[in-house]
């Protein structure tokens, strides 16, 4: 009898794997980072090949840790980051070059190019993706691999080239290469998937003159892909459910119903609004994204993206050494009583949702003589909040509906301080899970369903707890003044790196 999902989340900055019981506890976890490559400014790459290693080395350490087989493990789901863009030799299952991360912003000029020689791709795009047609998406990362290898065109075109996110990469070396899949989660972050028909869009390929060729099955969520090879495990094991990071994180809060919310806090902060089986178009600047596929049915997403989140508080830790662990943030920033009119904007790598400049750069913003370095620290937590605050407005009203109470998980989910500003600056009740690994956690659920481990979504709601609640404190005056100093800082960050 098996006691155990496995669930893979291949995150930005680390592999890790996590072994979940039936009751949804987490009963073993290993994790190893690996390396960041910045060739140029606002340019990230990842080694394809150091993370399926590091990832498969994880999985057998979380299963030696408490001593289980693949016997004891019903299924594996794989949740990863988005919209990384990995180019790989069919035969070989070699990496053709490193992997374009989705933070990267080198097609930044490529995609307003685009935009001027053909004006109607940006309705196209939106209306058939719904997304934005910018960098953020692996289209334009595809695009520029193939015009910067040599031979990979060519290649490509004769179907010796595959294209994977990184879970179709994983899928695709768990098996051997036996196969090439990926699921309508993933798929629907490409710009080449047109999430009304759910199929890849021979118009969108065109348009960025991409090989088909190279696209992998698209599957939905739930659903048995293939197998591991015995060699891994000591025996093949179904991999059975897949979902990039955010649509998982809102199916492991449990965000069944159409209106409800939840917001990770990763590198970057990820807000998404299930929207039921209607995929709502944005016209305040949020993405419309397939959330899952499951039981012959689509959820259909809002999502704001925010680039920097965790990344700003490894900012302050790495760079400027203001802290030494993401955890003292919170001790510092509790030292004050405020930021002493101090702004952060962390738009290291541009801004995403609502205002989707590739060109703005970061800023300290409200500098006095008087602001020290836990003004600093407090003001980029405070910007997390910010941020989750403009996403949650731009929901509202392409939605019409007032949203009072916000599902929370992740790393940063876990300060307090950062939690509580954040039902003040919403004015709305924030939820921590009791297990706030929701995104591997929602993998597993995905998974674990395909194989029934668990019946139904109706068995998961029976075992998603609530560990802590945040109420709104700050007054009317207060929240106001902090949002109207924090719309200033951002309107200063536009356009710097023009």
Request: net charge negative; glycine share 8%; with cysteine.
């Given at each position: 009898?098996?006691?155990?999902?496995?669930?893979?989340?291949?995150?930005?900055?680390?592999?890790?794997?996590?072994?979940?019981?039936?009751?949804?506890?987490?009963?073993?976890?290993?994790?190893?980072?690996?390396?960041?490559?910045?060739?140029?400014?606002?340019?990230?790459?990842?080694?394809?090949?150091?993370?399926?290693?590091?990832?498969?080395?994880?999985?057998?350490?979380?299963?030696?840790?408490?001593?289980?087989?693949?016997?004891?493990?019903?299924?594996?789901?794989?949740?990863?980051?988005?919209?990384?863009?990995?180019?790989?030799?069919?035969?070989?299952?070699?990496?053709?070059?490193?992997?374009?991360?989705?933070?990267?912003?080198?097609?930044?000029?490529?995609t307003e190019r685009?935009?001027?020689?053909?004006?109607?791709?940006?309705?196209?795009f939106k209306e058939k993706t719904g997304l934005i047609l910018d960098p953020y998406f692996s289209g334009t990362k595809i695009r520029w691999l193939l015009d910067h290898i040599p031979g990979i065109r060519e290649r490509a075109e004769k179907g010796e080239i595959c294209f994977g996110t990184v879970d179709s990469w994983l899928i695709y070396k768990l098996t051997k290469g036996k196969v090439h899949v990926t699921d309508y989660s993933n798929a629907s972050r490409t710009l080449l998937f047109n999430i009304h028909t759910l199929k890849w869009d021979e118009e969108l390929a065109e348009i960025l003159d991409i090989p088909m060729e190279i696209l992998p099955e698209v599957k939905p969520?739930?659903?048995?892909?293939?197998?591991?090879?015995?060699?891994?495990?000591?025996?093949?094991?179904?991999?059975?459910?897949?979902?990039?990071?955010?649509?998982?994180?809102?199916?492991?809060?449990?965000?069944?119903?159409?209106?409800?919310?939840?917001?990770?806090?990763?590198?970057?902060?990820?807000?998404?609004?299930?929207?039921?089986?209607?995929?709502?178009?944005?016209?305040?600047?949020?993405?419309?994204?397939?959330?899952?596929?499951?039981?012959?049915?689509?959820?259909?997403?809002l999502e704001g993206s925010v680039y920097v989140a965790g990344a700003a508080i490894q900012w302050l830790r790495d760079e400027m050494r203001l802290i030494d662990s993401a955890a003292d943030s919170e001790y510092f920033a509790t030292r004050v009583k405020d930021t002493n009119g101090c702004y952060v904007v962390p738009a290291f790598t541009g801004l995403g949702a609502p205002y989707w400049d590739p060109y703005a750069r970061g800023m300290i913003t409200g500098l006095t003589r008087g602001v020290n370095k836990y003004h600093v620290i407090r003001a980029t937590l405070e910007s997390l909040a910010f941020q989750t605050y403009d996403v949650l407005k731009a929901m509202e009203a392409d939605t019409g509906?007032?949203?009072?109470?916000?599902?929370?998980?992740?790393?940063?989910?876990?300060?307090?301080?950062?939690?509580?500003?954040?039902?003040?600056?919403?004015?709305?009740?924030?939820?921590?899970?009791?297990?706030?690994?929701?995104?591997?956690?929602?993998?597993?659920?995905?998974?674990?369903?395909?194989?029934?481990?668990?019946?139904?979504?109706?068995?998961?709601?029976d075992i998603f707890e609530i560990e802590k609640k945040f109420s709104p404190e700050m007054s009317y005056n207060k929240r106001e003044s902090e949002l109207n100093g924090w719309k200033q800082a951002v309107k200063s960050s536009f356009n710097w790196a023009r």
């Open positions: 009898m098996s006691r155990f999902v496995m669930s893979i989340d291949a995150g930005t900055t680390s592999s890790r794997s996590i072994l979940f019981d039936k009751s949804g506890n987490v009963c073993s976890v290993a994790q190893k980072e690996f390396t960041q490559f910045f060739p140029e400014p606002g340019w990230v790459e990842h080694d394809a090949s150091e993370i399926w290693q590091t990832q498969l080395s994880v999985c057998r350490e979380a299963m030696e840790k408490i001593g289980a087989s693949a016997d004891d493990i019903a299924a594996i789901g794989i949740t990863n980051q988005r919209e990384t863009t990995i180019l790989w030799d069919r035969e070989t299952g070699q990496p053709v070059s490193h992997a374009i991360v989705w933070q990267c912003r080198r097609t930044a000029d490529f685009l935009k001027k020689e053909n004006p109607r791709a940006v309705d196209i969520s739930s659903s048995i892909y293939g197998y591991s090879d015995p060699e891994f495990f000591g025996k093949e094991i179904a991999i059975a459910g897949a979902a990039g990071d955010q649509q998982a994180a809102l199916f492991g809060q449990a965000c069944f119903e159409a209106g409800d919310c939840k917001n990770t806090y990763g590198t970057g902060c990820f807000l998404l609004m299930n929207t039921g089986e209607e995929a709502v178009s944005s016209k305040n600047g949020l993405l419309t994204t397939v959330a899952w596929g499951l039981d012959n049915k689509v959820n259909y997403a509906n007032t949203i009072l109470a916000l599902k929370v998980d992740g790393g940063a989910s876990k300060n307090n301080f950062l939690m509580q500003f954040q039902a003040d600056i919403l004015n709305a009740t924030v939820y921590r899970p009791k297990c706030v690994e929701t995104t591997a956690l929602g993998a597993g659920f995905l998974a674990g369903l395909a194989v029934s481990f668990w019946r139904d979504k109706e068995e998961i709601k």
